[in-house]
């Protein structure tokens, strides 16, 4: 079975450019997170989708940041204009559903963007 | 305010010794606890969890234990390998309402397990 895709790897942008990070989740998995880690501390998280419907997105900060699950697949996240503090590694996650009880999360590989 | 928190972060332990990580909590509304393993460059997987019903979760060399009048969970290694080094997250679920498919992640504890 084939993981969660993430792409690019690495990303490395001036500050105030865009950004934009793409993912493909397991296959019939209904829900997909966005995560952002900062080095030393935990993931975070941005917005969750379930199929193509925004969950929670509570904490994105929606004055730079977008995202979109179109078709309930694959997701993109942008980032436009990025700032230094937005350097970071964004990880994507995807389950089978959200009603799974421990709701176990699988991850891709994630996008380490630095911000100059 | 973090809701989980992992105060070590790191530890060192001998190859075939215990490794103890440890992880507490505030929100009382969590009710299923899950530990991810994260080597560098790659995604956390999933490692064991715990229904907060239950007060111990056994799979081959983990066992995690919860305390729930405490707010404490902890998982335990045993042996340790050094395949085991590794950053380890805790990870805290609300399965209920409208928090449902949501995990809330510690800061995660870096181990080291030296041959």
């Known amino acids: 079975e084939a993981g969660v895709a993430q792409s690019p790897r690495y990303k490395i942008i001036e500050k105030r450019q865009s950004v934009a990070f793409w993912c493909n989740p397991i296959?019939?998995?209904?829900?997909l997170y966005w995560y952002q880690q900062i080095l030393g501390q935990g993931p975070k998280l941005l917005i969750q989708f379930q199929n193509n419907g925004v969950v929670d997105d509570s904490q994105l900060p929606k004055d730079r940041f977008s995202a979109e699950r179109l078709k309930g697949v694959d997701s993109t996240l942008k980032i436009q204009p990025a700032k230094l503090e937005d350097s970071a590694v964004y990880l994507c996650?995807?389950?089978?559903?959200?009603?799974?009880?421990?709701?176990?999360?699988?991850f891709g590989p994630g996008t380490r963007l630095t911000v100059l | 305010d973090q809701q989980v928190k992992q105060n070590s972060p790191s530890l060192s332990v001998q190859e075939g010794r215990i490794s103890i990580l440890n992880c507490d909590y505030t929100?009382?509304?969590?009710?299923?606890f899950l530990w991810y393993k994260k080597y560098p460059a790659e995604g956390p997987t999933f490692l064991i969890s715990?229904?907060?019903?239950?007060d111990k979760n056994e799979d081959g060399r983990f066992t995690v234990f919860l305390n729930k009048s405490a707010k404490h969970l902890s998982l335990h290694i045993v042996p340790s390998q050094p395949g085991d080094s590794a950053v380890y997250f805790c990870a805290a679920n609300d399965t209920r309402g409208t928090n449902a498919g949501k995990s809330t992640f510690g800061d995660g504890t870096t181990l080291t397990v030296k041959p």
């Open positions: 996650a995807s389950s089978l559903t959200i009603n799974a009880g421990k709701n176990e999360q699988f």
């Open positions: 929100n009382s509304m969590f009710d299923y």
């Open positions: 715990i229904s907060s019903i239950k």
């Open positions: 296959s019939g998995h209904a829900t």
